[in-house]
C-alpha cells in the first residue's frame, strides 16, 4: 500500500481477534476472527466505502480507525502518525482531526442535553474556548447542516430522525476533523430522508475537503457517495476497487450476489 502526501489515513494489514469465554477448564478458549488483514489508505477529500452483510467485521475496522477498539496486529495511521501506539492523551488529542457518526441518531444524542451542549460537547472535551466561542462554532455548524440558531435550545426529541442525524453531523463537524467515519448513517432513517443526508454529506465534502469512511450493507448508499469501494466478508475485502467499476464488472462471486440482492422497480 503506497501511502502520500494527500493520505488522511492508512490502514496496514490490520486483524482484530476477539477471545470467547471457555467453555470447560480443560479447553483453551476459542477465537473470533472477526478481521483478518486488512489495508487500505484514503486519500484527502475522498471517500472510501466498506460494504458487507452484518456480522463481516465492517463496524469493528470503523471502531479500530477510530482508535476503540485495539489491534491484535496492524496499524493504523492518521497523517502518518500510528494512533495504536499514542498515549491516552496523544489519542485524545488526535481525535479532534477524526469523528464518527453513528447508526442511530436518537441513541447516540443525550436526550438530557439541549442541541447547543450535545454540539459542542467535543470542543469542550479537546480544546479551549470561552463560552462565546463555542456558541459561535455551534451556530456555524449548524447551519452547515441546514439547521437553525434557534434549534440550540431544543432537545433531541423535538426533531425529525433526519433533522437528528444532522445534529449528529453537526457534532462530528465542530472540531473541524479532517476524517469522517460513518457506521450506518441513514440505515435508521425513511428513504426520503436517506437521500437528504447522503446529498448533505457531499455538500459538506465538497464545502470544507472532509475525507469519509463510510460503513454500510446497503449498496446503493456507498454507490451514492464513495469514489472506492472494498466489498467485506469474514473480516477480509475480497474485492475493492473504484465504484462504478466494481458496480459495473464485478469479479468476486460474494460481490456478485450482493449486488443481485440489490432490488429492482420494474414498470
Known sequence: MTETSNTVVAVENVHKHYTLPRETLWQPP???????GVSFAIEKGRSFGVVGE????????????MGLETL???????RGQNIHDQSLEELRQ?????QMVFQDPFGSLDPRQKVARIVAEPIEALEKATGDERRARVIEVLRAVGLKESDTDKYPHEFSGGQRQRIAIARALIT???LIVADEPV?????????????LLQDLQDEFGVTYLLISHDLAVVKFVCDEVAVMNEGVFVERGPTEEIFANPQHDYTKTLLAAVPHITG
Open 187 to 199: 440505515s435508521a432513517l425513511d428513504v426520503s430522508v436517506q437521500a437528504q443526508v447522503l446529498n
Open 176 to 178: 473541524r476533523p479532517a
Open 30 to 36: 476459542a477465537k473470533v476472527h472477526a478481521i483478518n
Open 72 to 78: 491484535t496486529q496492524g496499524s493504523v495511521s492518521f
Open 54 to 65: 452484518s456480522g463481516c467485521g465492517k463496524s469493528t475496522l470503523a471502531r479500530c480507525v
Open 94 to 98: 488526535s481525535r479532534r482531526h477524526f
